[in-house]
């Protein structure tokens, strides 16, 4: 496809259940970036892979979550031992490369802990 | 302190009314500053960004950036329901990196 593209685009899981969020970004396109949004707030930025540099890991929350970048295209983000503050939006972008200002997101993923 | 501070509205204003959206920051570092606007369970699209300090205008769409005193502004002028959107500001170092998000400013034009 032509953007970036995230799925599922809703899940709803247990408390304590481990989730696995995908993010296929745009090809060709070195940088991907995954922020969360909780209801009523601003993007709250969680972690950035640039290339073949090591991710700034400096916004994940706790040791809860964790991502990686397959081949410099895929990125999947896990949370572990959900809990129900994990609910939002989980957004994923890319950009072609690092000193570039244009981030294109996706969808989203909307996540639901009960 | 958030790095990127935005008053989250709402603000709501009539048809073709000038719509003026503001954000301040704490870190002199940020070198660019950008305008996203996100449309209810969408994800954020860029509007507009400026480096450094000056304006920036795109057909009704206005951005301003002062360095000195830490502000960011979004101006929109002739403002159309189809406006009526979550407005974001971000900010980023000159060397890339991580984009840092304001709030977000919930926009409502009535017709």
């Known amino acids: 496809g032509a953007g970036v593209s995230q799925s599922p685009s809703n899940k709803v899981t247990e408390k304590g259940k481990d989730v696995e969020l995908r993010c296929d970004p745009i090809?060709?396109?070195?940088?991907l970036y995954w922020y969360r949004q909780s209801l009523g707030q601003g993007l709250e930025f969680l972690i950035y892979f640039q290339g073949n540099s090591a991710p700034d890991k400096s916004g994940l929350p706790s040791d809860r979550f964790s991502a990686e970048r397959t081949g410099g295209s895929v990125s999947t983000l896990t949370i572990q031992r959900t809990q129900q503050e994990d609910s939002a939006v989980y957004l994923c972008a890319s950009s072609l490369r690092q000193a570039t200002t244009e981030a294109f997101f996706g969808q989203g993923t909307r996540l639901t802990v009960v | 302190q958030k790095e990127v501070e935005q008053d989250p509205g709402p603000l709501s204003v009539p048809e073709g009314a000038i719509v003026s959206l503001n954000c301040t920051y704490s870190?002199?570092?940020?070198?660019?500053f950008m305008w996203y606007r996100q449309y209810s369970r969408k994800g954020p699209e860029l509007l507009m960004y400026t480096y450094s300090s000056g304006n920036k205008e795109d057909g009704r769409f206005t951005a301003q950036v002062d360095k000195s005193s830490k502000y960011i502004s979004l101006f929109i002028r002739d403002s159309q329901p189809s406006d009526s959107a979550t407005y974001l500001c971000a900010a980023r170092y000159n060397q890339g990196g991580k984009l840092i998000f304001g709030q977000g400013t919930e926009l409502s034009v009535k017709p």
């Open positions: 090809s060709g396109h070195t940088a």
């Open positions: 870190n002199s570092a940020f070198q660019y």
